[in-house]
């Protein structure tokens, strides 16, 4: 039924000013509309909403997944803009913070905005 329906992401924000920069500024998504309730971005033809919330408990486990063609420039990328990767106890995870997911040759890293969230950057093999 909603297969053909456009997805609107929603990520809740208790530092709405801190994440609505994070993501324009450091993630570079385009800013498509703000009022006092949330900001929007399109995430590549996907909708972002930003939303602020008066209390917030970020999950444990990633809210927002970018599949990207080269993971280490894209890591390079945002660590110059600030972007710190998260290191996993248990994970073996390289220099950057790239996890290899055994057997399947997918390598993924995580990193947080500025309420939290986990969010993840994936390279699936050529």
């Known amino acids: 039924m909603l297969g053909t329906s456009d997805l609107t992401a929603l990520v809740g924000s208790v530092r709405f000013d801190e994440a609505r920069a994070f993501y324009q500024d450091t993630l570079g998504l385009?800013?498509?509309s703000e009022d006092p309730f949330a900001a929007v971005f399109d995430a590549h033809?996907?909708?972002l909403r930003l939303s602020r919330v008066g209390e917030f408990t970020p999950v444990p486990f990633a809210v927002l997944g970018w599949g990207?063609?080269?993971?280490?420039?894209?890591?390079?990328?945002l660590a110059d803009r600030g972007v710190v990767f998260e290191r996993y106890e248990g994970m073996e995870q390289d220099e950057r913070g790239i996890w290899t997911v055994p057997g399947a040759g997918v390598r993924i890293a995580w990193f947080k905005d500025p309420d939290g969230n986990t969010l993840s950057l994936t390279e699936a093999p050529a």
């Open 45 to 47: 033809g996907t909708m």
């Open 30 to 32: 385009t800013l498509l």
């Open 68 to 77: 990207v063609s080269n993971i280490e420039d894209t890591i390079d990328g």
